[in-house]
């Protein structure tokens, strides 16, 4: 027996199949004055709970969101840095540039960082005013997967996908980081749910609204928006309420909204005269465009990413590279495992239980049409990350979560609606199986984290999943508790690693959710506590760090370490030990350095690979030297590579030029234009070390003719463990 919470029936659409009709009638709106309690008691139909029930679980994900936010200072300074500078420059708000003087813009479209911007502008520049709206976000997100969910199905299905994504690890992680994966996971999840609401009814205006999400979400992470499209398409184009010219017809309005709302951006940049606007980073050649197909294009597919510091593992599962290994089981691996593939066995046979279970409907039921939006998002999503061999990181997994929790949500509703039957229970018990028996696993890789939830995970599991097999023959209450005792298991790994991660700080380029050793990273920089490499041991000639590597205790390559003879600017200096002081003002460093505690959130001291994925401290005493007579210039100082020139401009206030970009390889500015600058008396100080510099990537090698030019021509000047250049006055001058 099918219960029916919505106005549109569970069983499908009563109307025929292509007749084009128009909806049925909703109930009448209600009087002004009955909103405020309709805000509180939901829809007249529901039981007095499920209105309680949604806005506590909105209020446990801000506030568990909320808790401890301040550990991770400005998070990841890079954009923190551009934040700052859109507060202070409309210039660089619209463009995202690094700094107010508009030098060059981060490696992103700036949509991400427009909300945080606008708080600074509000409510000034602290770690809270950069993180809360990412938190919002998180909230944000939670809501319209409930309501998606629940709106086809059922509220209490609609809350199980909602706690499955408040309580998924990389979720917590990157809800509460600056990074742009937040207001993606956001958009993504907003194009989703009005594709549910355009096939339901065959509305143009929501699949054009959908569109618009989604090119929105281009101006926050590009090409990532568009992973979905032909999911979405797919789906949309068999299964709408209307005829097939009409479906066409729609998908080419729906791709005309995503044009407009993501090309109004691309359009003014590219007809914007370069000489007047920032360079675009991360680019070769000062185009979005090639920085959208290229570096952030193809280049995240095929591993060739000008600029960039290596690929992946090859097609097919290679042994790693860079950033890790490729193949169908990347999701599963130690790298990305803990992150965000708890449930994903168990989504996996749910959705396709879901899809047997509505299989016989019409092509128009919007119930089985909602598997096959969320489903075939997961799916489509999954497969390119498995194999893209471009840089990828574990973070980028959060993407995966609002499908991954609507699966379960709704594979769960619809198949207790028909625990009676033995295929049904045999699904369900599966699921809760799965899920045991890989919960084990994962907590097996951290096996001193912990160690008597592995055996509670596996052991309720089983008893869950025994007592599901049989669950259509229990009485009510009986069936309840075991179904309990099932999400209860099912979500207990994830909930204590969620837990593990917003009691700690995260900072850096690369951060990593769980506890120690829950994520081990191919690539620079790379995840858990160990260093840059899987197996935590050392690469071959690189960085000799003093990073735990996680399971072995080897020492960790790259953070926090000497690189002696790399041909890496400010090679041969030592990471320290960031400390966050009071108030939300970070030392850039965060909890990096010389004992390896950072290797999680980026693993690098002050200088080398330092100032690719994480800045240096500023003391009180380079602040004093740089903020000396900073209204004179338009930029107090230049470093090579934006995590170390961002860490100066957090710490000062005052802009800071970032040369080559991210890595230091972008071709901006040309050792023409810096000294150009120089002679107008733009830049008073030159930063040493940081970044990669041109030896890596870069066409020009500008980076590092930039940095051997000061080093021969202007005064040295060393202030604590930091060395400066000052450019106003040369070499043997007084």
């Given at each position: ?160 996908a909602g706690v499955v994504l ?423 460093n965060g909890r990096n350095g010389?004992?390896g505690e950072g290797g999680r ?134």
């Open positions: 027996m099918t219960t029916h919470y919505d106005r549109t029936t569970y069983e499908g659409d009563a109307r025929p199949a292509d007749s084009g009709a128009p909806p049925p009638a909703g109930p009448p709106r209600p009087p002004a004055q009955a909103l405020p309690r309709r805000l509180w008691r939901g829809r007249p139909e529901d039981p007095s709970w499920v209105r309680p029930a949604f806005l506590g679980l909105l209020l446990a994900t801000a506030l568990l969101y909320l808790y401890n936010l301040s550990a991770s200072g400005y998070a990841n300074s890079f954009y923190s840095a551009a934040v700052q500078a859109g507060s202070q420059s409309w210039k660089a708000f619209f463009f995202g540039s690094l700094d107010a003087g508009n030098a060059i813009t981060v490696d992103k479209p700036p949509a991400a960082l427009w909300p945080m911007a606008l708080a600074v502008r509000i409510f000034g520049l602290s770690s809270w005013s950069i993180l809360v709206p990412e938190v919002l976000m998180g909230v944000a997100t939670v809501a319209v997967v409930y309501a998606a969910v629940r709106r086809r199905f059922s509220p209490a299905a609609g809350l199980i408040a309580l998924t690890p990389v979720a917590a992680l990157m809800f509460r980081f600056n990074n742009p994966d937040a207001l993606l996971a956001l958009l993504m999840s907003v194009a989703c749910w009005f594709v549910v609401r355009a096939l339901e009814d065959g509305r143009t205006k929501w699949l054009m609204w959908a569109g618009a999400a989604i090119g929105f979400a281009f101006l926050a992470k590009t090409l990532q928006a568009f992973l979905i499209l032909p999911a979405l398409a797919l789906v949309y184009g068999v299964c709408a309420p209307v005829g097939l010219k009409k479906r066409l017809g729609q998908l080419a309005l729906a791709t005309a909204a995503i044009v407009v709302s993501g090309g109004w951006w691309v359009a003014v940049v590219e007809l914007w005269p370069a000489s007047s606007r920032p360079y675009i980073g991360g680019s070769q050649n000062n185009s979005f465009l090639e920085l959208t197909f290229g570096y952030n294009g193809l280049g995240r597919l095929n591993g060739e990413e000008t600029g960039s510091v290596g690929g992946g593992g090859g097609p097919g599962g290679g042994a790693g590279g860079q950033w890790g290994e490729t193949g169908w089981d990347r999701m599963f691996n130690s790298e990305i495992g803990g992150q965000i593939s708890w449930l994903l066995p168990a989504a996996l046979i749910l959705l396709v239980a879901g899809l047997i279970a509505t299989r016989g409907r019409g092509r128009t039921d919007a119930a089985r049409a909602s598997f096959l939006v969320w489903g075939g998002s997961l799916l489509m999503t999954t497969a390119v990350f498995s194999y893209m061999a471009g840089i990828f990181h574990q973070y980028y997994t959060v993407a995966l979560a609002p499908y991954l929790a609507a699966v379960v949500g709704m594979g769960a509703a619809a198949l207790w609606e028909r625990r009676e039957r033995i295929w049904v229970s045999l699904a369900l018990a599966a699921a809760v199986t799965a899920t045991a028996a890989w919960g084990y696993v994962l907590l097996n890789r951290t096996p001193d984290y912990l160690p008597w939830l592995r055996w509670l995970v596996l052991v309720g599991g089983l008893v869950a999943a025994l007592g599901l097999v049989f669950v259509g023959r229990l009485g009510r209450r009986i069936a309840l508790a075991v179904a309990g005792l099932g999400v209860v298991a099912a979500l207990a790994g994830p909930t204590a690693y969620t837990l593990s991660t917003v009691q700690e700080g995260h900072s850096g380029s690369i951060v990593t959710a769980g506890p120690a050793g829950a994520s081990m990273m191919g690539g620079p920089g790379g995840g858990g506590r160990g260093g840059a490499f899987p197996d935590g041991g050392n690469a071959p000639g690189r960085a000799q760090g003093q990073g735990q590597g996680g399971p072995g205790n080897g020492t960790g390559g790259f953070p926090g370490g000497n690189q002696p003879g790399n041909g890496f600017p400010g090679g041969g200096q030592n990471g320290q030990n960031g400390q966050t002081p009071p108030g939300g003002q970070t030392a850039p010389a004992t959130a980026g693993g690098m001291g002050g200088g080398g690979m330092g100032g690719l994925l994480n800045g240096a401290e500023v003391d009180a005493e380079a602040k004093k030297l740089l903020e000396t007579d900073a209204d004179r210039y338009t930029w107090v100082a230049a470093a090579i590579g934006s995590q170390n020139a961002a860490s100066y401009q957090l710490g000062t206030g005052d802009p800071v030029m970032a040369i080559g970009g991210f890595n230091g390889t972008d071709p901006s500015p040309t050792p023409a234009q810096f000294k150009k600058y120089v002679e107008e008396g733009r830049i008073h100080y030159f930063i040493s070390g940081g970044g990669m510099g041109g030896g890596m990537g870069g066409d020009s090698g500008s980076s590092s003719q930039i940095t051997s030019w000061v080093e021969a021509n202007f005064k040295k000047v060393t202030v604590g463990s930091a060395t400066f250049y000052d450019l106003t006055q040369p070499a043997g001058g007084s």
